[in-house]
């Protein structure tokens, strides 16, 4: 069975922290997605790899940075934690090439930042 | 650029009753649209997909089909149950991938005895 891991459910942390969040697949997928879901405005994609060290922009990058060291294991780091980066974050990973259309997910990451 | 756009909810039904949530996009070419299902404290997980047009997809008694001429694809389904309770989300892959989803915003779903 098909499994993405995040570190934690539920995260809080203090205006000015450094943040990490970890994802993890067991599929061997190529690429691999962070997500912020808020209301009202649904899932919106701040960073994606498709390799080892490869990584783009999605359509909210600013105030985040990712790293992928490892094929397995994707993360999202707040530099300076804000109170408006507290939202839920969504991991997800798909294969590469035909097949990436369908991406997996994992059970999100609720950050609260006092 | 392309975007989806979905009725706002929550839509609140009974038991048994047919479900409707409808789904209309913006996209050139021929997208592949999904929808997904994310279930109360769970991550999204796909429901049902459709990659060409007049395509149905389906899936645990749920029902969408590609329509090009109103670029839409509703969900259906006609007799729901509580443990249907859920937000779903309609998505669209673009033409040529390019490895984004589009989403919807979402709508919950409510089932009551």
């Known amino acids: 069975d098909v499994k993405v891991t995040q570190s934690s459910r539920y995260l809080v942390k203090r205006t000015g922290e450094k943040v990490f969040l970890e994802c993890v697949q067991d599929m061997d997928h190529e690429n691999m997605f962070w997500y912020r879901q808020d209301p009202g405005l649904g899932l919106r994609l701040i960073y994606f790899?498709?390799?080892?060290?490869?990584?783009e922009k999605g359509d909210i990058p600013e105030g985040y940075s990712v790293s992928r060291e490892k094929k397995e294991r994707f993360s999202l780091i707040l530099e300076s934690a804000s109170t408006n980066q507290t939202s839920m974050y969504l991991c997800a990973s798909s294969l590469a090439g035909p097949r990436s259309d369908t991406q997996y997910f994992g059970p999100g990451t609720r950050l609260t930042v006092l | 650029g392309d975007s989806v756009t979905q009725m706002e909810g929550p839509v609140t039904l009974s038991e048994e009753a047919f479900l409707t949530i409808n789904c209309t996009y913006t996209?050139?070419?021929?997208?592949?649209l999904f929808w997904y299902v994310q279930y109360p404290g769970e991550g999204l997980q796909l429901l049902l997909k459709a990659t060409k047009a007049d395509d149905k997809g389906s899936n645990k008694g749920f029902e969408a089909t590609y329509r090009k001429e109103t670029t839409s694809f509703h969900l259906e389904k006609g007799s729901v149950q509580v443990s249907d309770s859920a937000v779903y989300f309609c998505a669209l892959w673009p033409t040529g991938g390019g490895n984004k989803l589009t989403f919807g915003t979402g709508t919950q779903l409510k089932v009551e005895l």
């Open positions: 996209a050139t070419g021929y997208p592949s």
């Open positions: 790899s498709y390799d080892v060290k490869m990584k």
